[in-house]
Antibody
Framework: QVQLVQSGTEVKKPGASVRVSCKAS????????VGWVRQAPGQGPEWMGW????????NYAQKFQGRVTMTTDTSTSTTYMELRSLRSDDTAVYFCARDRVGYSSGPYNFDSWGQGTLVTVSS | AIQLTQSPSSLSASVGDRVTITCRAS??????LAWYQQKPGKPPRLLIY???ILESGVPSRFSGSGSGTDFTLTISSLQPEDFATYYCQQFNSYVLTFGGGTKLEIK
């Protein structure tokens, strides 16, 4: 079955960077894009961006442009999300999610999700 | 970016009730809308995509309708496991946004 397993909890100081990993299994990794969504405490989901595993193309939400980088490693079926210049309002649970549509040119919606990674930014 | 406004923000209902949640887009998005269910401490679960198509494995008591700017999610007969928060999400022009959520609570 499709499974996305994320790396563990992170605690960072303001100004630092964090990299969250998302290891996929149970499907053809290169066929589906992977999106990243975060959720601050008590808030709704917020889309951060998406990467086509097939082409390496990325599509970042304007809010995160210049501060986020998404990459993939096809040899390990892992996707990474790096967020830089962390602030306290970046404290959130970060999810990776597989796009429902294979070989797509951009994100649609997400049919399988990782378990989430809590990132806490605090001095 | 396209804004999605959900109503109500919270709703109390009983097992067996029929419930409708609405999602309004700030501009037309054709049928580029999905619905998710989320329970505490869990990731969202895709219920409906392309406004009205039921995701595999989702019970048939869930249904979606609408196009353009106005959409609805209906649960025909609430079950205990349906009490959760529901979000709409649009994907017009490959820029995604989520609605603010509707928390469905037991009356």
């Amino acid at each position: 079955q499709v499974q996305l397993v994320q790396s563990g909890t992170e605690v960072k100081k303001p100004g630092a960077s964090v990299r969250v990993s998302c290891k996929a299994s149970g499907y053809t990794f290169t066929a589906y894009g992977v999106g990243w969504v975060r959720q601050a405490p008590g808030q709704g989901p917020e889309w951060m961006g998406w990467i086509s595993v097939y082409t390496g193309n990325t599509n970042y939400a304007q809010k995160f442009q210049g501060r986020v980088t998404m990459t993939t490693d096809t040899s390990t079926s892992t996707t990474y999300m790096e967020l830089r210049s962390l602030r306290s309002d970046d404290t959130a649970v970060y999810f990776c999610a597989r796009d429902r549509v294979g070989y797509s040119s951009g994100p649609y919606n997400f049919d399988s999700w990782g378990q989430g990674t809590l990132v806490t930014v605090s001095s | 970016a396209i804004q999605l406004t959900q109503s109500p923000s919270s709703l109390s209902a009983s097992v067996g009730d029929r419930v409708t949640i609405t999602c309004r887009a700030s501009q037309g998005i054709s049928s580029a809308l999905a619905w998710y269910q989320q329970k505490p401490g869990k990731p969202p679960r895709l219920l409906i995509y392309d406004a009205s198509i039921l995701e595999s494995g989702v019970p048939s008591r869930f249904s979606g309708s609408g196009s353009g700017t106005d959409f609805t999610l209906t649960i025909s007969s609430l079950q205990p496991e349906d009490f959760a928060t529901y979000y709409c999400q649009q994907f017009n022009s490959y820029v995604l946004t989520f609605g603010g959520g509707t928390k469905l609570e037991i009356k």
